[in-house]
């Protein structure tokens, strides 16, 4: 992946010095050097990896120290500087900063936390290709993203920046694909498929197109929010070719939704790309109502739907980002009949072990009888519907 995940050794002692001064300037003020600011291979060269760095550019707490110490190897810290200029630095509770810089709480791991929380491996009849259910599959083509989100349920396979999946593995792939008919959707993640070059993701998309029973496609990605200048005409101009086409993009918070990410959806949106979103429920994060209700408002204002809202899976050293299920429940409780009903995602479990995602919803069935059901609305008003004799 020349040109894309430049795994940058932490630079020494002056050089350390002058490159974080360089960076500090472009990252309090982007628009005095637009070139490199735009450039999302300066974004992914220049992403801040090492304490020493980071320790010049924001005070830190003891946990953070510890945490970004500890994250070596997978899931090391790495933020994009565009990413990294949204962070608000005068507030320990930001919710970029959280997503983004590793705390200690991170390395206290629970029982009942799991490496492959959702059995991804346990379901993966050929490398990189999961198959749980009978008409879709997953696809994980790199191990690479724009910038590692702390609480990344795939954490035992992300961040080292390995090649992208071989040809001779997405060969084998394809021919699993192609020998089981009832495979119509196929959805490629990682890591973020948007890190690979671009000819390589097409020559995927490609020979994807060519089998006959593929009738979708689907990308999973983080790349238009942590790094939205690789969404660029080239990239736009080639996923148009492939449709149809959806992208699901994961938002976390609607401070994301910046005039660099409305831009980055625009362009996708105006390719005819069907936009989704993917947020993961996050303590002190994206819990409250509000704060959620604002991102999904933010969202369709972008033409970007809402799709799934995911329990944070006990994925290993999670449980300060994890909330009670019933947190997700009490959101869409708030939502429903409250706003729009394109605002709504449908609030998953997926199900721990490999049972799939499991939506949950507010019980609005109250009781079920012969010819008779009793329901709530949104207002907790009762209501009859009586069925036909
Ligand atoms: C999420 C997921 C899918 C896609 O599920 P949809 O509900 O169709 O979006 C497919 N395969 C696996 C293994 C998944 O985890
Ligand atoms: S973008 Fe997705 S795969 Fe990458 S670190 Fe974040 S949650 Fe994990």
Redesign the pocket.
Known sequence: MEGLSVATEPPSSNLARKFTSELAEYIEYPEARPECWYDWKWQLKNRIRSLEVIRELIPLSRREEEGIKRATGR?AMAITPYFFSLIDRGDQRCPIRKQAIPRLEEFTISSSEMNDPCGEDSHSPVPGLVHRYPDRVLLLVTDS?A???R?????RM??EELPPLSMECFEDALRYIKSKKTIRDVLI????PLMMKTEILETYLKKLRAIPHIEMIRLGT?VPV?LPMRVDEALVNMLRKYHPLYLSI?FSHFKEVTPDVVKSCAMLADAGIPLGSQT?LLKGVNDRPATMKKLMHELLKIRVRPYYLYQCDMAMGTAHFRTPVSVGMNIIEELRGHTTGYALPTFVVDAPGGGGKIPVTPTYLISQAKGRVTLRNYENKIYDYVEPE
């Open positions: 899931l993203c910038m590692y989100c609480y990344c349920t795939r954490k992300v961040g993640s990682g890591g973020d983080r942590t994961h993961v």
